[in-house]
């Protein structure tokens, strides 16, 4: 199993400002994922982060608005930049272990609430 | 691309009352389903998953691949049960797509 450790667990920030989010996980992961879960609506997959190289971003994301550090295979950073209210939204880590990628496991989420 | 379809946002029976929550997928290969289980103030967790045919908390899911359907099931309901319920679809490279989630209320 994997032990994620996310921070912060909520925000409230103005808009125009950025907030970065930590992951830290518990044992040396290759991929790290992110997820934003805005109210009401299911879990999105904002980006994978690869130690060593870009993150790769799925569609509709792009790295100036959500840029991503992965500087070891323990941690990876997610910032929201220039936030909008649209921002406002539970931002997820998350790590896949087992054979095939069988297990994903989570960070508690970070709570982020745009004014 | 995959999709995962959950049609009831909520779901609400009472205890000892049979549960079933729909789960239909589109994926044009053979993919990997799972049930992902968020109960109050806990993180996102692992129910099940289709490749281990087993039963969790007495919850069992068949994939059913002519319906493209993975329907989670529990014979009893209880009160513990209460919690929101994502169906998600690996297509591989560890990425998962989710269905957008049931919440189960369980009433005593």
């Known amino acids: 199993s994997a032990v994620i450790s996310q921070k912060p667990s909520r925000d409230i920030c103005q808009r125009g400002t950025s907030l970065t989010i930590q992951c830290q996980v518990d044992?040396?992961?290759?991929?790290m994922f992110w997820y934003r879960q805005q109210p009401g609506q299911s879990l999105t997959l904002i980006a994978t982060?690869?130690?060593?190289?870009?993150?790769?971003?799925e569609s509709g994301f792009v790295i100036d608005k959500f840029p991503i550090s992965r500087p070891n295979l323990t941690f990876s950073t997610l910032t929201v930049s220039n936030m909008s209210p649209e921002d406002s939204s539970i931002y997820l880590c998350s790590v896949v272990l087992g054979r095939g990628g069988s297990e994903a496991f989570f960070g508690q989420g970070t709570r982020l609430t745009v004014v | 691309a995959q999709r995962v379809t959950q049609p009831e946002k909520l779901l609400s029976v009472f205890k000892g009352a049979p549960v079933e929550l729909k789960c239909n997928y589109s994926?044009?290969?053979?993919?990997?389903l799972f049930w992902y289980v968020q109960y109050s103030r806990q993180r996102l967790q692992l129910l099940l998953r289709h490749i281990s045919r087993e039963s969790i908390k007495g919850f069992t899911a068949d994939l059913n691949k002519g319906e493209t359907s993975f329907h989670l099931k529990k014979p009893f309901a209880q009160e513990e049960d209460s919690a929101m319920y994502y169906c998600?679809?690996?297509?591989?490279?560890?990425?998962?797509?989710f269905g957008k989630g049931t919440m189960l209320l369980v009433s005593p």
């Open positions: 994926y044009s290969g053979s993919p990997e």
């Open positions: 982060a690869n130690q060593g190289s870009e993150a790769t971003y």
């Open positions: 998600a679809l690996s297509a591989g490279y560890s990425t998962l797509t």
């Open positions: 044992s040396q992961v290759t991929m």
